[in-house]
């Protein structure tokens, strides 16, 4: 008898639960896009307005110092263009800092997240172009540790190389030839290389980076690509230059 009433309070049960499963079913999805322009300038909103306000006041003043200038848009794209070489170039220039002599810079493109329009550059401009906490970082490559990584940038349809690199690539990935300062890699021979401590980890598919030795990566506030970055401009700015960069053939695609 017991059972009995055990097995109708378990199907009491069940039944229950059951009727208490969901029976909606996803039949579609659908998705827009809000474009954010001047059109919600014509009617602003007074309470958000000053609601911002003290918040836009203190980052405008951290966001709107001037760094420096461009003499030309800068813009970043594979296999080789006028932001990606200044970048990589930068990285070879702060090593007088730490007192590094790199005979190559290597920036990744997708490091770069944004361009700089021609005129007036500021501190905010810069944090869009290089908005990660990277670190600069020095370290070497045995010659044939170099062969490999130029290999891996060639994979990816090239990245940031600095000046005096000469890459022939074809599109499907393959590397052709390389030279440094107008001469082959010497596979025995000893490179110092300055690039991003994100990308010495081997990050990006740039492998090769996990065979480093003698490394220097600095992991201090100060030490962020972004800050080195802004340094340059200034110096230019000092000499009543106006940053400029172009291509140079530095990657070139067969």
């Known amino acids: ?14 039944v229950a639960m059951s009727s208490c499963r969901s029976h909606y079913r996803l039949t579609d999805a659908k998705r827009t896009r809000i474009l954010i322009d001047n059109r919600y300038d014509a009617q602003p909103d007074g309470e958000a307005a000053a609601f911002i306000a003290p ?3 203190r980052v405008d003043s951290i966001m709107s110092p001037v760094m420096g200038e461009t003499a030309r848009y800068l813009s970043a794209e594979r296999p080789e263009s006028p932001l990606s ?47 990660f906490e990277n670190k600069i970082c ?25 000046h005096g690199v000469n890459m022939v690539i074809d599109a499907s990935g393959k590397l052709h030839s390389v030279k440094l300062h107008g001469k082959d890699i010497d596979p025995k021979a000893t490179y110092r290389v300055a690039t991003l401590d994100y990308l010495a980890e081997g990050n990006d598919g740039l492998l090769a980076f996990k065979n480093k030795t003698d490394v220097v ?27 400029d960069a172009a291509v140079e053939g530095r990657v070139i695609v067969k």
């Not at 007192?99 to 550059?121: C, H, Q, T, W």
């Not at 600095?218 to 230059?241: C, D, H, L």
């Open 85 to 131: 070489n200044l970048l990589a170039d930068i990285l070879v220039w702060g090593g007088k800092d730490y007192n590094e002599s790199p005979d190559l810079g290597v920036y990744n493109m997708g490091g770069i997240r944004a361009a700089f329009a021609k005129g007036k550059v500021t501190y905010g401009d810069v944090l869009d172009v290089a908005p």
């Open 1 to 14: 008898m017991k059972r009995k009433y055990l097995l109708i309070a378990l199907t009491s049960l069940l």
């Open 138 to 162: 020095f370290l070497s490559l045995k010659g044939d540790q170099l062969l490999a990584l130029f290999q891996q940038m060639a994979s990816r349809g090239g990245e940031g190389v600095s």
């Open 217 to 243: 990566s600095p992991k201090t506030k100060e030490n962020n690509v972004r800050f080195i970055i802004m340094n340059y401009f200034r110096e230019q700015a000092s000499k009543g230059k106006a940053v």
């Open 55 to 57: 918040y836009k006041h």
